[in-house]
Nanobody, 119 residues
Framework: VNLVESGGGLVQPGGSLRLTCQAS????????VGWRRQAPGKDREEVASIFWSGSEAEYSDSTKGRFTISVDNAKNTVYLQMNSLKPEDTAVYFC?????????????WGQGTQVTVSS
């Protein structure tokens, strides 16, 4: 699965951004997608995830109520709408795809897109 993110940039606190991830090369084993982020000096953390069917959306405690993940299954595209952004949301955001392979779960990664929240 190949993933390409877009939509990152610089935004003021309280502002909004929408990230887009275009997936290609999907297989039947690829059941879900999500977003993770990594801030400088910190570990990568889960932001949100969802099944390609559009069900079972989940969010981290830090993004619940502010971020919304959605998919367009026909276009192989996943979105992350980010509202009420805070400086602590500054990070590189990665699109991820999850597939059942070899009895386990394989995670595919995009190249990442930078989101900077600053006045």
């Amino acid at each position: 699965v190949n993933l390409v993110e877009s939509g990152g940039g610089l935004v003021q606190p309280g502002g909004s951004l929408r990230l887009t991830c275009q997936a290609s090369g999907r297989t039947a084993d690829n059941y879900g997608v999500g977003w993770r982020r990594q801030a400088p000096g910190k570990d990568r953390e889960e932001v949100a995830s969802i099944f390609w069917s559009g069900s079972e959306a989940e969010y981290s405690d830090s993004t619940k109520g502010r971020f919304t993940i959605s998919v367009d299954n026909a276009k192989n595209t996943v979105y992350l709408q980010m509202n009420s952004l805070k400086p602590e949301d500054t990070a590189v955001y990665f699109c991820c795809a999850y597939a059942s392979e070899g009895g386990g779960i394989r995670t595919y990664w995009g190249q990442g897109t930078q989101v900077t929240v600053s006045s």
